[in-house]
């Protein structure tokens, strides 16, 4: 706060003038617009993934409770083909969270990294670089998961659940 | 182009559309979807299904249920119901009060409770097996089986 104040005693008029200016001209964001289209994007995933969940479910032997493992396989390997066919990049720009958050955005971040450093070559370019994005997904899911899996054992151990 | 495209989608709607028409279709394909309410399957030929019709009614008269199929084979009695989705939340609650139920009125039974989609889908399946003359008492009891212990695998 005192160092935004400070840098604003230290502009000038002209450049004070041309800060109001740019902001009277300066586009508005339309978050409204940018929440509806990332809500019926990020729907529409899940309303596949279901679909996905129900056709192993009839076709395949998965119930329920084990279903849920080939669906995200499945919905993650076609976000990374479409990822590569330059699809999924396009559905980003549309959708932006909506196709970020479900689990198809993680094949993206995974194949987008691939692409962008497959110049710098396959094992210090392509493998080095591959989980620059989706590294701290992992990193934070497992650490998330050993300490919700440690408070449920604690629970259990002192009788609560 | 874009009139191209439009014409191919059409033309694949009307392929398809035409495919589907007349297709004598099953119950249990749409089971995963819509609201199905099974006949009572009993796999046992010795035994009546009154008992098992009153499990259903009672089963059927909790306000978080909407579907509800029932089993019985020779030991076992199978409990399939699908939970109204707002109440999705509360699954192990009402299990837990369904199995008090049932073991309170019906001490005798041995029952597996479950509302696990595949199991249900499964239930319907043979209770449409069960209607054509091919399939024995024998099968179906093998089949009843092989239903119980996907519940027991799902734990």
Not at chain 1, 47 to 69: L, R
């Amino acid at each position: 706060m005192m160092e935004s104040k400070q840098k604003k005693q230290n502009t000038t008029l002209q450049q004070r003038n041309y800060q109001q200016l740019q902001q009277k001209h300066e586009i508005k964001r339309p978050v409204l617009k940018n929440c509806i289209k990332a809500f019926f994007v990020g729907g529409l995933i899940c309303v596949i993934g279901q679909a996905v969940s129900y056709f192993y479910i009839y076709f395949f032997n998965f119930t329920e409770q084990s279903v849920g493992n080939p669906t995200v396989a499945t919905m993650v390997f076609f976000s990374m083909l479409l990822t590569g066919f330059g699809v999924y990049d396009r559905l980003g720009q549309f959708g932006g969270a909506g196709s970020a958050v479900p689990v198809t955005g993680f094949g993206n971040a995974v194949i987008s990294a691939a692409i962008e450093h497959r110049t710098e070559g396959f094992v210090l370019g392509v493998g080095g670089n591959m989980f620059k994005l989706a590294g701290s997904v992992i990193l934070f899911g497992v650490f998330s998961a050993f300490v919700v899996a440690l408070i449920k054992t604690l629970l259990i151990i002192w009788g609560v659940l | 182009m874009v009139i191209r495209y439009r014409l191919i989608l059409l033309t694949c709607l009307l392929v398809l559309a035409a495919c589907n028409h007349n297709q004598p279709g099953k119950d249990s394909q749409l089971a995963l979807l819509k609201t199905m309410n099974p006949n009572p399957v009993v796999t046992d030929k010795t035994k009546d299904s009154d008992g098992v019709d009153e499990i259903k009614k009672d089963v059927s008269s909790l306000p978080e249920i909407y579907d509800v199929a029932v089993v019985k084979g020779k030991k076992d009695t199978l409990v399939v119901y699908k939970v109204k989705h707002l109440h999705r939340f509360k699954m192990k609650k009402i299990e837990k009060n369904i199995n008090k139920m049932l073991e309170k009125k019906y001490p005798k039974e041995n029952f597996t409770v479950s509302s696990d989609y595949k199991i249900f889908l499964e239930t319907v399946r043979l209770d449409e097996r069960m209607k054509s003359a091919k399939f024995s008492h024998r099968e179906a009891e093998k089949q009843f089986k092989k239903i119980v212990n996907m519940t027991d695998n799902k734990k």
